[in-house]
């Protein structure tokens, strides 16, 4: 397939305002990719690269190269060539990427030239959603999306399952099954402002602690122990006291849904950072984990000794999970059979208070008749906490004044929108130490697509977890609203830009 196809799709799609016309789009596009090529092409329409990273900054692109007459450009050799430029390190690196980046430029065209400096640079925002691409691809193939978005959810990629289906029709999709050992994207969370609005929404429910950790998926085979994140990388080797406690579970193949926290010797958790640096740290595990053990805390199980339980309840789940893990390694939970009785508010309001007091950051509330959705953000899971926070995207950043002069400050801040672009919401540079102005100032470099006299436009990569005291109407912003007293807690790199919070979730906050 040549990139002019893909570039050309890109451009009809970000035009088309009908979602059809989106997906009749995408649909002919899929129906022309060769299977093997599939993955790629969907990586690129998501407005991403497949190596993620290729070292070439914003300083790179700004040199303009007279572009080719016709098209000749494939997709493989489009891809061979950003393999090659990633793979270039050490002295005189910049250099040599520069030379790459100049001759994949001189051999495209007009247009194909515009979409690779979007696809590099961060600003590929065409509205080809992974949503809007399962449909085209089900309709290139002719089956229910349905059927697609499912074996998405248990394939965990949207390029894995195009390619199965693209090469060998419909019946590829029943090869994508919940499997030990082949990681599910994670069921996540809409947002509630109290305990009390959750238990009106849900009904029956569970009410849980909402730790303070890093999202662990555990999967088992007998002695074959596997861990996953939420972005479904394997960190296995980093966690062995994960894996310990797996083996001794009264089961021979299970996957778990759960966190990994530290804890202090009073039970209390440690800062969330720490937990972050433990888990991300691949050297001397033994002496890290010496230093600073991490908990298991499990709260779901999908799948026992070759049963999947996706479609079982919450409570059918749970009563599976505590027959296997033993309560020390089980999150805390309250159940609210009739959450209109008066009792069973105070005692959930009592359960959330000590939450709380122990440390952790809320409660997760789940309808007790709510199946395992995994890779969706299900209105039947609610989170709570007592002050309001959102994972937003870094939009841009501005250079600081006085102490903080040479360091990028002010982060200009955005939720995500129904078509993939960002909404910025607002900006602050409030709630930041000295150690993370040096950490986002260099980052941010990193990820710049652009410069200006007063700072950097940058990938919509970087997901930071924001504190704010409520949400207050605005002209100066698309939305419509801007934050009151926004301030930085952290930054979530566990987190990718399509987890962060949506526009729709920031609405919910308004008076």
């Known amino acids: 397939m040549l990139l002019a196809d893909v570039a050309r799709t890109s451009r009809e799609v970000a035009e088309a305002s009908a979602r059809s016309r989106k997906v009749a789009l995408l649909a002919r596009l899929f129906r022309t990719t060769e299977p093997a090529q599939a993955p790629i092409v969907i990586t690129y329409l998501a407005g991403r690269l497949p190596q993620r990273r290729i070292g070439v900054g914003w300083s790179t692109l700004a040199e303009r190269v007279p572009p080719a007459v016709e098209p000749r450009l494939a997709v493989a050799e489009v891809h061979a060539a950003f393999d090659r430029i990633a793979a270039v390190t050490g002295k005189g690196a910049q250099t040599e990427r520069r030379r790459q980046v100049r001759e994949l430029m001189a051999a495209a065209t007009g247009e194909e030239q515009r979409f690779l400096l979007a696809l590099i640079g961060g600003e590929l925002r065409q509205g080809a959603l992974d949503a809007l691409a399962v449909e085209g691809l089900a309709a290139a193939a002719d089956v229910p999306a349905q059927e697609v978005r499912r074996a998405v959810m248990l394939g965990g990629s949207l390029g894995a399952v195009a390619e199965a289906l693209l090469a060998e029709g419909p019946d590829a999709l029943a090869d994508f099954q919940l499997e030990v050992g082949r990681p599910v994207l994670p069921m996540l969370a809409h947002t509630a402002k109290s305990v009390d609005e959750a238990l009106d929404r849900l009904g029956p429910c569970a009410i849980e602690e909402k730790l303070d950790g890093i999202r662990i998926q555990v999967h088992r085979d007998g002695e074959t122990v596997r861990i996953y994140t939420r972005t479904l990388d394997e960190i296995t080797p980093r966690l062995p006291e994960v894996v310990t406690a797996a083996r001794e579970l009264a089961a021979e193949r299970l996957v778990l849904d759960g966190e990994v926290i530290a804890l202090g010797a009073d039970g209390r958790p ?120 959102l994972d937003l995207v870094v939009l841009a950043a501005e250079w600081g004044h006085g102490r903080r002069t040479g360091t990028l400050s002010n982060l200009h801040l955005g939720a995500r929108q129904p078509d993939g672009t960002f909404a910025m919401l607002g900006k602050t540079f409030k709630g930041l130490t000295d150690a993370m102005l040096g950490w986002q100032t260099e980052r941010l470099r990193e990820l710049a697509v652009r410069t200006e006299p007063w700072g950097v436009v940058v990938r919509p990569e970087l997901v930071v977890e924001i504190a704010f005291d409520g949400v207050q109407r605005s002209t100066r912003y698309p939305a419509g609203v801007t934050l009151r007293f926004a301030r930085v807690l952290r930054y979530r790199e566990d987190k990718t830009a399509a987890e962060a919070d949506a526009v729709e979730d920031v609405l919910g906050f308004r008076p």
Do not use: I, M, N
Not at 345 to 359: I, P, S, V
């Open 270 to 389: 440690k800062p969330f950072q720490e937990t972050a640096g433990r888990v991300g740290s691949r050297l001397d595990v033994a002496g890290a984990q010496a230093s600073l053990p991490l908990s298991p805390v499990f709260f779901d199980l999908l799948s026992v000794d070759g049963r999947d339980l996706l479609a079982h309840t919450t409570a059918q789940r749970h009563a599976e999970l505590a027959r296997l893990v033993p309560e020390p390694l089980r999150v805390r939970r309250l159940v609210a059979s009739d959450p209109q009785d008066p009792q069973t508010r105070a005692a959930a309001g009592e359960f959330t208070a000590a939450t709380l007091a122990r440390g952790h950051e809320g409660v997760l509330v789940k309808a007790l008749d709510a199946p395992y959705s995994a890779g969706r953000r299900g209105a039947s899971w609610l989170k709570v906490k007592p002050v309001h926070t």
